[in-house]
């Protein structure tokens, strides 16, 4: 009986039972990427960064291509940056632990956690929502489109074409810190989150991570068969609607993440992804508001 097999450095994989059972991923990756002393950078804060830095990475290339000047372009990021994690942070501290927080509101704000007999607590930011990120990056792209002077919609069709690629990138990190599991399962492919329990259960991490780079390959390729499109809100109807369709869909995979989510039809997730369908629906269809704010041909 084969019990353990080390596939690198990230990955215990152990599998099991051959003759007649199911095999599952044995999955405890070290949280921590790279540890120089006492500094360590998590795997989830570096998937954070190569999703930002990849989305940065080719929005260039797209402002390049429809002969967006370097001035213009130069803002977006810190835009992005900042209008992302505030949005995330409020929107968890907001719709998954409103009686915590609102109670501590500095702890939405600081990176740390007051913990009784110890006091101040270093924590990093444990709680982000991709919903409240979603609001806050909309939020922070009509800023920066009214501060450079371009066209909203141009804007949000081109950052909805790339943003699949960072919300891979997040997920992945989701997936390394064993964090938003699925149910248990007795599917083939079913990750044993070892830090959790040892339970077979739904790598909805991975799902969604592999959902948003097929969705990603997707928009590069209307985009580069349909360009005239950008400018109308089409593309960000279309990220919109597939990142949280999806997201509907898997969650009925995952465990709830907050307690008040159990015996609910819809999670807090699901609920919050309704909104976000419609807006997607009448942005691709071309609603009036969308055609008001296109750019004029």
Request: hydrophobic share 45%; charged share 15%; aromatic share 14%.
């Amino acid at each position: 009986m084969l019990q353990h097999v080390l596939v690198s450095d990230l990955l215990s994989l152990s599998l099991g039972r051959v003759a007649g059972e199911l095999l599952f991923v044995h999955w405890n990756p070290d949280i921590v990427a790279v540890s120089i002393g006492s500094f360590a950078i998590r795997w989830y804060s570096l998937c954070w960064c190569l999703g930002l830095l990849s989305v940065y990475l080719l929005m260039h290339r797209l402002c390049r291509q429809q002969n967006i000047s370097e001035q213009q372009f130069d803002p977006m990021f810190m835009y992005c940056f900042i209008g992302i994690l505030v949005g995330a942070r409020l929107g968890h501290c907001l719709f998954y632990e409103p009686e915590y927080y609102l109670s501590h509101p500095i702890e939405m704000i600081l990176p740390a956690r007051k913990i009784p007999g110890l006091g101040w607590t270093f924590t990093g930011y444990e709680g982000l929502a991709s919903h409240g990120g979603t609001l806050g990056l909309m939020l922070a792209l009509w800023l920066y489109a009214r501060n450079v002077r371009l066209n909203i919609m141009r804007v949000l069709d081109n950052v909805g074409i790339v943003t699949p690629v960072c919300a891979c990138a997040i997920r992945i990190g989701n997936l390394m810190n064993s964090e938003i599991i699925g149910r248990p399962t007795d599917v083939p492919w079913a990750f044993v989150f070892e830090r959790v329990d040892l339970l077979p259960r739904h790598p909805g991490q991975l799902y969604e991570a592999v959902c948003y780079a097929v969705f990603f390959v997707v928009s590069w390729v209307l985009y580069r068969r349909y360009p005239q499109r950008v400018g109308t809100g089409f593309f960000f109807g279309l990220c919109l609607f597939m990142i949280f369709s999806s997201r509907i869909l898997i969650e009925y995979t995952k465990e709830n993440q907050v307690d008040f989510e159990n015996g609910m039809l819809m999670n807090m997730g699901q609920l919050l992804s309704i909104p976000f369908v419609l807006l997607g629906l009448y942005c691709m269809f071309g609603g009036r508001y969308c055609r008001l704010l296109a750019e004029k041909r």
